[in-house]
């Protein structure tokens, strides 16, 4: 079966650089979430689409935005990058309906040196 | 916002004993909980999961059992097998409202099985 497809799965990047991440949900999932999780940490909620629509917001800096677009897929665009947004970067799926499932991709793992 | 605690943080078993995660959360409108394995830099794995309406859920070796008046549920495995040593996390989810579905995640149990 198809699943959350994550790229890159590596990102290396220096301090106040940009960078973006890209997420492609199961097909026919029309909700995207993203979580941001640190060494030894639970994941955090940082934003969610809904066809095309940002849906909910969590812990996400100014410094980073998101869209969902025609195709479902979805980018995380983070700018002025600091050491602490060092993390995995998971993106989730769902089918239409907050109480469908949410599957992950494989992450991103974003370095900031 | 939504709060999930969970205990133990770690758990180590022995092949073949059971094994019980517990977490608790604090908005009493949560209506959906999911469980997930996640082995070290390997993405969540959704394992079960129960909504409000329902008191208990099993699968296979699995089940999940939910107290709405309390605010807790609970993972139970059972014949445990080495390859159940994972983290494993508790969610809860809220929808409706302005809430689409977000999981507030707990902190994570270190499951390891003893050969």
């Known amino acids: 079966a198809a699943g959350v497809i994550q790229s890159p799965r590596h990102l290396i990047k220096e301090k106040r650089e940009t960078a973006t991440l890209k997420c492609y949900p199961i097909p026919r999932h029309d909700t995207v979430y993203w979580y941001q999780q640190g060494p030894g940490q639970d994941p955090q909620f940082l934003i969610s689409f809904y066809e095309k629509m940002q849906s909910d917001k969590g812990s996400i800096p100014d410094r980073f935005s998101a869209q969902q677009f025609s195709d479902y897929h979805s980018e995380l665009n983070m700018s002025s990058l600091e050491l602490g947004d060092s993390a995995l970067y998971f993106c989730?799926?769902?089918?239409?309906?907050?109480?469908?499932?949410?599957?992950f991709g494989p992450g991103t793992r974003l370095t900031v040196t | 916002g939504e709060n999930v605690e969970q205990h133990p943080s770690t758990l180590s078993v022995q092949e073949g004993d059971s094994a019980v995660i517990k977490c608790t959360y604090s908005?009493?409108?949560?209506?959906?909980f999911p469980w997930y394995k996640q082995e070290l830099g390997k993405r969540p794995q959704l394992i079960i999961d129960i909504r409000s309406n329902v008191g208990e859920k099993k699968d296979q070796r699995i089940a999940v059992t939910l107290n709405k008046t309390a605010k807790h549920f609970s993972l139970h495995i059972t014949e445990t097998q080495p390859e159940d040593s994972a983290v494993y996390f508790c969610a809860a989810s809220l929808a409706g409202g302005t809430s689409y579905g977000k999981l507030t995640f707990g902190q994570g149990t270190i499951l390891t099985v003893h050969p």
């Open positions: 989730a799926s769902s089918r239409s309906g907050p109480l469908y499932e949410q599957y």
């Open positions: 908005d009493s409108a949560s209506n959906y």
